[in-house]
C-alpha cells in the first residue's frame, strides 16, 4: 500500500508519507503554481470561478441548472456544462502545462453534473447527431474527452495520470456518464473521493472498497479521506479514531492507496500526532486485517520517529 496527503495549502512535503497530492484547481477555481516535487490534483468541470464568469456555461436539466443553490442537485459547486468547447479546451492545455511541472495529475470533476444533464441547445444538437442513446451519448462524451486528457499528460508530458470518480459503483455510469471499463486503459490508477464528516459506520466505507476493487479489476484503487477542510471546525471533523478505524478496514477490503485531506501541512501533522496518540486504538487494530491492515499501522508507527 501506498499513503498519501491530499492538501489544499502546502507549505512543504510532510515527512512519514509516500507522496503528497496538491490540490492545485480544486472546484472553487482557486489556481495555484504546481510544485517539482508533488503531484497535482485539478477539478475540470467544477469550476465555480468558470462558472461565475461565464455564467451560460453552467449545465442545464429539467431541474435547473447545476449552481450549487440548486437543491435538486447533489452539488457543492458550480457545475459547468460537459461539452462547453472553450473551457474543454484551455483545460486541456492547462492541465499538460501543470503535468510537466509537477510529478503527474489526478482528476476530479471529470463528468456531467448529475442525472437529466445536460440538456443545452449545443448538447441536444450533439445527442441529436450522434444517433446515440441518451446514456450512450453522455458515455462517449466523457470517454472521449478522457482520452484526450490522458494523450496530453501520459504521452506528451510523460507523467503520471490518475482519473478521480465518486463514490458510487453501482449508477456512474446513469448519473454522470462515467463507464469503468472505458476509463481503466486511459489511467494509471483510480482514485474514490471518499468524505465524510464523520466515519462511525466503517463496513459502509469498507463496503464501497469491495465493490470498487471488484469493478476496477487490474487498476489500483486509491481512497481518499477527510481529515480537516478549509474553515472548518475541529469539533465537527471525523475523529482520529475513527480515521484509523475505517483506514484499517479499507486496507482490510483490498485499497491499494490511502490519501488524507487537511488544508495545510501543518494540520496533516497535528492528524500525525495524533494518531500516534491512540495507543488503545492502535492496539485493538491489530486484530482486524491481517497483513493489509498491519500496513496502517505500521505507518502510524513509523510516524513516531518523527515527532
Not at 41 to 57: E, K, L, M, S, T
Not at 68 to 97: G, K, M, S
Not at 160 to 174: A, C, M, Q, R, S
Not at 180 to 196: G, I, N, Y
Request: aromatic fraction near 12%; hydrophobic fraction near 35%.
Amino acid at each position: 500500500m501506498k499513503f498519501g496527503t491530499y492538501m489544499f495549502i502546502p507549505k512543504k512535503r510532510v515527512p512519514g508519507f509516500d507522496y503528497d497530492l496538491f490540490r492545485v484547481k480544486p472546484e472553487v477555481g482557486r489556481r495555484m503554481p504546481p510544485k517539482a516535487d508533488m503531484h497535482s490534483n485539478i477539478a475540470i468541470f467544477g469550476d465555480n470561478v468558470a462558472a461565475r464568469n461565464h455564467p451560460d456555461w453552467i449545465s442545464q436539466s429539467e431541474l435547473g441548472p447545476a449552481w450549487r443553490t440548486n437543491d435538486n442537485f447533489n452539488v457543492r459547486w458550480e457545475v459547468l456544462c460537459q461539452t462547453q468547447p472553450e473551457h474543454r479546451a484551455e483545460q486541456l492545455d492547462y492541465i499538460e502545462d501543470v503535468a510537466r511541472k509537477s510529478q503527474g495529475i489526478w482528476l476530479n470533476s471529470i463528468h456531467f453534473a448529475e442525472h437529466g444533464h445536460c440538456i443545452c441547445p449545443r448538447c441536444k444538437e450533439l445527442h441529436a447527431k450522434s444517433g446515440l442513446s441518451w446514456y450512450e451519448w453522455r458515455r462517449k462524451e466523457v470517454t472521449d474527452y478522457m482520452a484526450q486528457v490522458s494523450d496530453r499528460v501520459r504521452n506528451r508530458a510523460k507523467k503520471k495520470f490518475v482519473i478521480g470518480v465518486l463514490p458510487d459503483p453501482v449508477t456512474n455510469y446513469e448519473r454522470f456518464g462515467v463507464n469503468f471499463d472505458d476509463l481503466a486503459p486511459l489511467t494509471d490508477e483510480f482514485l474514490v473521493v471518499m468524505f465524510s464528516k464523520n466515519y462511525a459506520t466503517p463496513w459502509y466505507w469498507e463496503m464501497l472498497v469491495r465493490n470498487f476493487k471488484k469493478l476496477f479489476k487490474d487498476v489500483k484503487l486509491n481512497c481518499a479521506l477527510y481529515v480537516i477542510g478549509p474553515g472548518d471546525d475541529p469539533k465537527e471533523t471525523p475523529t482520529t479514531k475513527e480515521l484509523l478505524t475505517v483506514s484499517v478496514r479499507m486496507a482490510r477490503a483490498g485499497t491499494d492507496g490511502i490519501l488524507y485531506l487537511t488544508e495545510n501541512d501543518e494540520q496533516m501533522q497535528e492528524f500525525q500526532k495524533k494518531a500516534i496518540a491512540e495507543k488503545d486504538t492502535r492496539e485493538r487494530l491489530k486484530s482486524y486485517g491481517g497483513k493489509a491492515g498491519q500496513e496502517v499501522l505500521d505507518l502510524v508507527s513509523s510516524w513516531e520517529k518523527l515527532f
